[in-house]
């Protein structure tokens, strides 16, 4: 088996972070239960590493008092939580009733064939993942999509060359 | 002037609203800020308080439209240093065509904090959660931010303004599901596990996050508090076009020509909104039909074009006032591919625990989807006549995830009828 890649595309390291540690234990002990601070905690390690491998799993299961059933349980269960590699840009694209009212469909053929995948797909160079997000709370400016942490909108289809040309540009 | 103009006393919530730019503490007090928090720690009781915001008559503005006062009313007496006790925003905005809360916390996070430190005194809560969509970045950085502001300059912590009152909020950035915005399943959420919701009784006030009571208010209702408090229940009733209290948020999305969000009088004619405030529909785009107010009210024909958008009216027509924004449907969209989008949302949501919402709703879109593209049969149609009445009505399931989902499914199997039996090869109700 081939090394588990960050979304950055480093390996990924066999543990967590010390900092990172701190500040779930941190969490932790300010809950009634350490496993209230589970969601919070996978995000932060997700936001280190772009997504949460089963070693790092155990590790936060370990930390909190929590099975890795149970922690695993609770990391499929949300949407923004991501147990699979992931690219170095995760395009979330609106696909809830108002972004489809003004053209999302139009949106999502122009992106994976610009990227050349489907959604739910990584590009074989590890740049894009692209994935479908329910409303983005954008409705007045859809089609509405994110790319990491910045929201986008209106996104016509003549948009996306430029927009992932300019990521792809910052981040390789 | 205009009906969309910053006017603090007529559109209190957005007035100090800057989404490029929010108001810090000494922006926010030149603004009014604080008035009402002061006066309450000035005296006030908290049982004075509840009766107060009872008689303002605010209904909650996240959909259910339950009176604030009153379910805070439902919390146990006990002092904050006596019990422990949860007030909790939900700022999970996830009901699609809805996008008002995320322009409470990114334009003005301070009203927010300030309502729910008012509201925490009411019911004597000593420690509250903001619980925020976890794709609202820029929400959730201010948030922080304005938490830090309001504990360094003494409203939030220990003793706050001198009156032994302690309160501590932090926010929670969601890992993202729909279901969260339900309140017992937020709860369950906050204590780090899959968010199902939980069967009431008890209802949250009395047993909620971690056993203890927990009000679950949403983040537009928060914002109205401090409004209420500073200005009095008179002026807030006086706000409104109807017989309960203040203003609301609206908005459309949709084939609009200028689609957001307008705070107006409780109250107002969706024509005023639609008209108005959003500029009409689109040249060479006509209104067919709508959702008054997210994604799980039920449809409303265009003869309703200028429904009053108060509580009891859109009940009266079939569907709800919902979260207030309305969705458009145009002439040039397909109203069963509307249909499917929005089925393809409630059953992927679906949280899965109770079976006619997890079954029943992957059924409902793959028949959608066999009608949308061609493949449908005449009794399709049937069946999802059947499906409503077996998933729909309230009780079948432990929440109202699946009664929403079946709202615009049943109206619009009836408002869409011909595309319907067009669409399966029907006729005026018979084989062509």
């Known amino acids: 088996m081939a090394a588990e890649k960050t979304a950055a595309g480093a390996e990924m390291p066999a543990e967590i972070a010390p900092d990172l540690v701190t500040t779930i234990l941190d969490l932790a002990h300010h809950d009634v239960l350490p496993r209230g601070a589970c969601i919070e905690a996978l995000r932060l390690v997700q936001e280190r590493y772009g997504w949460i491998c089963d070693r790092h799993l155990r590790q936060i299961g370990d930390l909190l008092g929590m099975s890795p059933a149970d922690l695993d349980g609770v990391a499929t269960y949300y949407n923004l939580i991501f147990r699979k590699p992931v690219g170095r840009n995760v395009i979330m694209l609106c696909d809830s009733v108002s972004c489809w009212l003004t053209g999302a469909d139009g949106v999502k053929e122009k992106l994976c064939a610009k990227l050349g995948i489907g959604m739910g797909q990584t590009t074989p160079d590890g740049a894009f993942t692209l994935l479908p997000i329910v409303c983005l709370g954008h409705c007045d400016h859809g089609p509405a999509m994110m790319i990491g942490a910045e929201t986008y909108g209106p996104v016509k289809p003549e948009d996306i060359d430029a927009i992932i040309e300019a990521k792809r540009g910052m981040t390789s | 002037m205009s009906i969309t103009a910053k006017d603090p006393e007529k559109r209190p919530l957005l007035a100090l609203v800057d989404q490029a730019d929010p108001p810090d503490v000494a922006a926010y007090e030149r603004g009014g800020g604080f008035r009402g928090l002061r006066r309450v720690l000035s005296g006030l009781s908290p049982a004075e308080l509840i009766e107060e915001v009872k008689n303002s008559r605010l209904r909650g503005r996240g959909g259910a439209g339950f009176n604030t006062g009153l379910k805070w009313s439902f919390v146990p007496k006990d002092s904050a240093k006596d019990r422990r006790k949860y007030l909790v925003a939900n700022g999970d905005e996830m009901e699609p065509g809805t996008f008002k809360d995320r322009l409470l916390v990114e334009g003005n996070p301070l009203q927010l904090i300030e309502g729910m430190i008012i509201s925490a005194?009411?019911?004597?809560?000593?420690?509250?959660?903001?619980?925020?969509?976890?794709?609202?970045?820029?929400?959730?950085?201010?948030?922080?931010?304005?938490?830090?502001?309001?504990?360094?300059?003494?409203?939030?912590?220990?003793?706050?303004?001198?009156?032994?009152?302690?309160?501590?909020?932090?926010?929670?950035?969601?890992?993202?599901?729909?279901?969260?915005?339900?309140?017992?399943?937020?709860?369950?959420?906050?204590?780090?596990?899959?968010?199902?919701?939980?069967?009431?009784?008890?209802?949250?006030?009395?047993?909620?996050?971690?056993?203890?009571?927990?009000?679950?208010?949403?983040?537009?209702?928060?914002?109205?508090?401090?409004?209420?408090?500073?200005?009095?229940?008179?002026?807030?009733l006086g706000l409104s076009a109807c017989e309960d209290g203040g203003t609301k948020l609206y908005g459309v999305s949709g084939r609009a020509k200028r689609p957001g969000v307008y705070e107006l009088p409780l109250g107002t004619r969706m024509g005023v909104l639609l008209n108005e405030c959003a500029g009409g529909m689109q040249d060479g785009y006509k209104l067919r039909a709508f959702l008054p107010g997210g994604?799980?009210?039920?449809?409303?024909?265009?003869?309703?074009?200028?429904?009053?958008?108060?509580?009891?009216?859109?009940?009266?027509?079939?569907?709800?006032?919902?979260?207030?924004?309305?969705?458009?449907?145009?002439?040039?969209?397909?109203?069963?591919?509307?249909?499917?989008?929005?089925?393809?949302?409630?059953?992927?949501?679906?949280?899965?625990?109770?079976?006619?919402?997890?079954?029943?709703?992957?059924?409902?879109?793959?028949?959608?989807?066999?009608?949308?593209?061609?493949?449908?049969?005449?009794?399709?149609?049937?069946?999802?006549?059947?499906?409503?009445?077996?998933?729909?009505?309230?009780?079948?399931?432990?929440?109202?995830?699946?009664?929403g989902a079946i709202a615009p499914l049943e109206s619009g199997l009836k408002l869409f009828r011909r595309d319907f039996e067009r669409a399966v090869g029907l006729k005026h109700g018979v084989a062509a």
Request: hydrophobic share 40%; aromatic share 8%; with cysteine.
């Open chain 2, 295 to 403: 994604a799980s009210t039920a449809f409303l024909g265009a003869e309703h074009a200028d429904i009053t958008l108060d509580y009891p009216t859109p009940e009266k027509a079939g569907s709800r006032l919902g979260t207030g924004l309305a969705i458009l449907l145009d002439d040039r969209a397909s109203p069963i591919g509307m249909l499917r989008n929005l089925e393809h949302f409630f059953a992927q949501e679906s949280c899965g625990w109770c079976t006619p919402c997890r079954d029943g709703l992957p059924w409902v879109e793959k028949l959608l989807i066999e009608i949308d593209e061609g493949r449908g049969r005449p009794e399709d149609i049937d069946r999802l006549e059947d499906a409503a009445r077996m998933i729909g009505p309230m009780g079948r399931t432990f929440c109202a995830h699946a009664p």
């Open chain 2, 121 to 236: 005194y009411a019911i004597q809560a000593s420690h509250g959660v903001i619980f925020l969509r976890g794709e609202y970045h820029l929400g959730l950085e201010r948030v922080r931010r304005a938490l830090a502001q309001a504990e360094a300059a003494g409203y939030l912590g220990k003793n706050i303004l001198g009156s032994g009152f302690d309160f501590e909020l932090i926010a929670h950035p969601s890992g993202g599901r729909y279901i969260c915005g339900e309140e017992t399943a937020l709860i369950t959420a906050l204590e780090g596990r899959r968010a199902n919701p939980r069967t009431k009784p008890p209802f949250p006030q009395v047993s909620g996050l971690w056993g203890a009571p927990t009000v679950v208010n949403n983040i537009e209702t928060f914002c109205n508090v401090p409004h209420i408090v500073a200005n009095g229940v008179e002026w807030y």
